[in-house]
Structure formats: C-alpha cells, structure tokens
C-alpha cells in the first residue's frame, strides 16, 4: 500500500491507497462484469385494476463465489424487473399496444428483507398507491414486493411517462 496517490486524489496523507491489484483483489466479481451475464424474462404477467402480478425466471445468472448458498438474486435485478414492468403498466394503461414513450424513474426505495434464491420461480407485484394524469403525462407511485418461496425485497417506485 505505498502506490503514489492516483492522478486527480488528493495527497494520501495518513489515508490508505490501494494499487490497481489490490482494488481487483477486493472487489466484487459480480459487479466487475457477473451481472452483464445475467438474464431474465417475464414468464406470466396480470393486471388488475391498480395491482400487477407477474412471475419472471432467470435465463442465466451469475453465482458468487463468496456465497455457500449458491444463486441470490441482486438488488440491481430485482430493481431491473419493477422497472420493466413499470413500463409495460404505463404504456398498458395509456392505452398503448407496443412502447411508444419513455418512462422515468423519479425514486425509489428498496430494501431486502431475505435472500431470493429460487431462479426458476420469482413472485413479483407492483400496487398502484397513486396515480395521476397531465395532460399526456402520468404520474405513478408503487409499491412493489419481490419474492419467492423463502426469500422477499420490498419498496417503492414512482415514476413519469412525459
């Protein structure tokens, strides 16, 4: 750890500064290019009213050599899945049969409560806690839970199709 301070940092002082190999040495192997070799697809999908229900299976996943239980599903992912669907309920609801307009994130909230390590099998559902139209806007505010059989994130999203 006595690399010179990186162009662009400021002098290390009394701070720890990490060599090229050490940052690989302790990083994440998953974000480091694990997650680019994920996939997924939505399997079954309902609306109805302000509730949307899907299932959604990996395609391929990524198994962290760190982790003795094998598959978990990521926060990214999950947040990958309600984003998607956020998009195909707006569009649904705007009358739309193919997208035609984008949809922002404005927010989210996320937590994880317990491991979802089911890959075939991934319960989501998005509940409408409020919605409101702009003009051609709509404005839509979920909440959203993530699950199979053992394990379950939940949040909220709020998101705009100008």
């Keep these: 750890m006595t690399a010179p301070a990186p162009t662009g940092l400021p002098p290390a002082g009394t701070a720890?500064?990490?060599?090229p190999d050490e940052i690989v040495a302790l990083s994440s192997p998953?974000?480091?290019g694990g997650i680019r070799q994920e996939a997924w697809v939505i399997d079954a999908l309902r609306i109805d009213g302000k509730r949307l229900d899907a299932v959604v299976r990996m395609e391929r996943t990524f198994v962290s050599p760190t982790d003795a239980g094998g598959f978990h599903l990521s926060t990214f992912i999950a947040l990958e899945f309600v984003s998607q669907l956020t998009v195909i309920y707006a569009h649904q609801q705007s009358g739309h049969v193919?997208?035609?307009r984008e949809v922002w994130m404005l927010e989210s909230s996320f937590s994880s409560r317990r491991p979802v390590r089911n890959p075939q099998h991934i319960d989501v559902r998005l509940d409408v806690l409020?919605?409101?139209r702009?003009?051609?806007e709509l404005w839509l505010n979920f909440g959203f839970r993530v699950s199979d059989e053992h394990g379950l994130f939940e949040g909220t999203?709020?998101?705009v199709m100008p």
């Design 16 to 19: 720890i500064v990490l060599s």
């Design 30 to 32: 998953y974000l480091a």
């Design 98 to 100: 193919r997208k035609e």
């Design 130 to 132: 409020w919605s409101r």
């Design 134 to 136: 702009r003009g051609r």
């Design 157 to 159: 999203l709020k998101a």
